[in-house]
């Protein structure tokens, strides 16, 4: 079956740097979808990419959808501690009853 | 972004009780629905599929009997937890897809405790 590859499973970094989350499958996808998910709660959806070669920016967050159609990343500059959470990417095939295949999630970690 | 209410966000029952949760898709009317379930620090794990007025989808493993999924409206899916037991224990998500849309909106989960 389809999978993400989400790795590391947690990062830590310091207020104020950048980090880059890359998501790799074994199969194309048409749309990557990028969540963060907070202890507790449902995931939200961050960024949605729907064309390979795609980089779309929300805020201080930028993410780009694989000219291979078989990866993406997640870019954060300027970390704050509220980006704690736990990051997931997940990858969708065309069509109304279409599942989204998840990633693992990176649990990420800021110090102030 | 769209609004996707569950409910309730906790609930504590006896084992051989059963328990529903409501997900409703507030501003938007949705199509299909979807019921995850996540153990502590996994990943979502997809039990469902349902569509309005037709059956759910079931994934393999997952009990049809055990987890009864209505999706009787455009804005309101259902999943019944029938005579739980602490293995069911687990926090349970739904998402909900809008017409003509490839975003999936979350609801905020129920954690479900089975004593």
């Known amino acids: 079956g389809q999978q993400l590859n989400q790795s590391p499973q947690s990062m830590f970094i310091q207020e104020g740097e950048d980090v880059s989350m890359n998501c790799t499958s074994s199969s194309i996808f048409n749309t990557w979808l990028w969540y963060k998910q907070d202890p507790g709660e449902g995931p939200v959806l961050l960024i949605a990419?729907?064309?390979?070669?795609e980089l779309t920016s929300n805020g201080r967050l930028t993410a780009q959808f694989g000219i291979t159609r078989k990866d993406s990343f997640l870019n954060i500059s300027a970390s704050i501690p509220s980006d704690v959470g736990i990051y997931f990417c997940a990858g969708q095939l065309p069509g109304a009853n279409s599942k989204l295949t998840f990633g693992k999630g990176i649990t990420l970690s800021v110090r102030p | 972004g769209a609004v996707v209410s569950q409910h309730p966000s906790r609930v504590i029952c006896k084992s051989g009780t059963s328990v529903k949760i409501e997900c409703r898709s507030l501003?938007?009317?949705?199509?299909?629905m979807f019921w995850y379930r996540q153990f502590p620090k996994q990943s979502l794990m997809l039990m469902a599929t349902s569509n309005e007025g037709s059956k759910a989808t079931y994934e393999q493993g997952v009990e049809k009997d055990k987890f009864l999924i209505n999706h009787a409206s455009l804005t309101l899916s259902t999943l019944t937890v029938t005579s739980a037991h602490p293995e069911d224990s687990s926090f349970y998500i739904c998402s909900a897809r809008g017409t003509g849309t490839e975003k999936l909106f979350f609801g905020s989960g129920t954690q479900l405790s089975v004593l």
């Open positions: 990419l729907y064309k390979a070669g």
């Open positions: 501003d938007f009317q949705a199509t299909t």
